[in-house]
């Protein structure tokens, strides 16, 4: 944090013209302190938000809030206990859980800030982006790039929450939030069964790709849904490869890659799923940038800046810039994790570093 010395300087002179500086909303900067720190000075604090307690107070909401109160969506945004007050899970990262009860539609509506929803459990709720219908069942991941439209529907009798991502604060510290309200009609078709359109295109198996799609270069993903059933079975790949990497260090990653060219799903976040069995030895690490992190399944322990958290599934944790990560599973865990990596290796500011306990120690004291 910046902070400035106020103690009057002794001579007169020099006490005038900081009152002159002042006045003219000039600052000296050899009175300024803690602006070029050695290691980024992070006001976020990470944090562990309890799925039990989630699930529970979305349900509340769900029978006290309708839904179309405030924005049309009924969404407990994740408030890092750091940032004073702000409905931000990181600087740069919104995080939240939405609750759409049986019967409930969120209208459509776009913003220039993307967003994604990583679906914790249950099915029936299917979203249209841009009139496409992505059904969204446990595990998956389903894209709201910035400016498309996108409305959510529930036409089932059960409830169902989910964990959305935005990278809002981003967006709003560049000053580029647009936000449009939709007519208010909803997507003309009612049916989401089988594949969406782009499922249809994008998503016929590793490697296969429509005729035509590789330039100009897309801003994102031009696939939409990403399946529980194939991220299950590439990490699941991983690891039945005896003399794999992964089979050897007993964890297994993946990063969820635009089909037509390899790069991040958006511009601005990019998403992973790891997978730990018991007693994997991945190091802890630290890495710019912030990151929220969704247990999908699993338990553990998750080690931030060294202090330990037992995890379930439900569970979201704020990791912000350069604290250092440690997982440890109990049961075969599988974390799906959402950051801003794309933004700080265009800007040339990703650095990342393994962290070894003794030099945490030293760090910590
Ligand atoms: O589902 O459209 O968590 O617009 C925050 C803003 C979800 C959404 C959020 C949104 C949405
Ligand atoms: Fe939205």
């Given at each position: 944090?910046?902070?400035q010395r106020f103690d009057a300087p002794a001579d007169p002179l020099l006490h005038a013209l900081y009152g002159d500086l002042a006045e003219k909303d000039l600052q000296p900067l050899w009175r300024l302190h803690g602006l070029l720190t050695p290691t980024p000075a992070v006001t976020a604090v990470p944090h562990l938000w309890r799925g039990r307690d989630l699930r529970d107070l979305g349900e509340r909401a769900g029978r006290l809030v309708p839904v179309d109160r405030g924005g049309d969506r009924r969404v407990l945004s994740l408030s890092n206990p750091g940032l004073g007050g702000l409905p931000y899970a990181t600087s740069t990262l919104w995080g939240a859980v939405q609750y759409l009860g049986p019967g409930e539609t969120a209208p459509a509506h776009r913003h220039t800030p993307a967003a994604l929803r990583f679906v914790l459990g249950g099915e029936g709720v299917w979203t249209a982006v841009n009139g496409d219908p992505l059904a969204m069942s446990a595990?998956?991941?389903?894209?709201?790039?910035?400016?498309?439209?996108?409305?959510?529907?529930?036409?089932?009798?059960?409830?169902?929450?989910w964990f959305d991502a935005?990278?809002?604060?981003?967006?709003?510290?560049?000053?580029?939030v647009f936000f449009e309200p939709g007519d208010g009609r909803t997507a003309a078709t009612t049916s989401p069964a089988g594949h969406s359109a782009s499922e249809r295109r994008f998503g016929g198996g590793p490697g296969l790709l429509p005729d035509g799609t590789t330039t100009p270069p897309p801003s994102h993903s031009p696939l939409l849904r990403y399946r529980w059933a194939d991220t299950d079975r590439a990490l699941a790949g991983q690891l039945?490869?005896?003399?794999?990497?992964?089979?050897r260090s007993g964890h297994a990653h993946i990063r969820y890659a635009d089909p037509t060219s390899g790069r991040d799903v958006m511009p601005t976040m990019r998403c992973e799923m790891d997978r730990y069995l018991p007693g994997h030895t991945a190091p802890a690490v630290?890495?710019?940038?912030?990151?929220?992190?969704?247990?999908?399944?699993?338990?553990?322990?998750v080690a931030l800046d060294g202090t330990h958290h037992d995890i379930e599934p439900g569970d979201l944790i704020a990791v912000p810039s350069w604290t250092a990560v440690r997982v440890l599973a109990h049961e075969t865990l599988?974390?799906?994790?959402?950051?801003?990596?794309?933004?700080?290796?265009?800007?040339?500011?990703?650095?990342?570093e393994e962290v070894t306990e003794d030099a945490q120690n030293v760090a910590d004291n």
């Open positions: 944090m910046t902070t595990g998956d991941l389903i894209l709201t790039p910035s400016w498309t439209w996108h409305e959510h529907h529930n036409p089932g009798d059960t409830p169902m929450t935005l990278d809002l604060p981003l967006v709003e510290g560049l000053g580029a039945s490869e005896p003399a794999s990497q992964a089979a630290r890495r710019t940038g912030s990151s929220l992190v969704a247990v999908f399944r699993g338990s553990g322990t599988d974390l799906f994790t959402v950051n801003d990596a794309p933004v700080l290796e265009t800007l040339a500011l990703y650095r990342t």
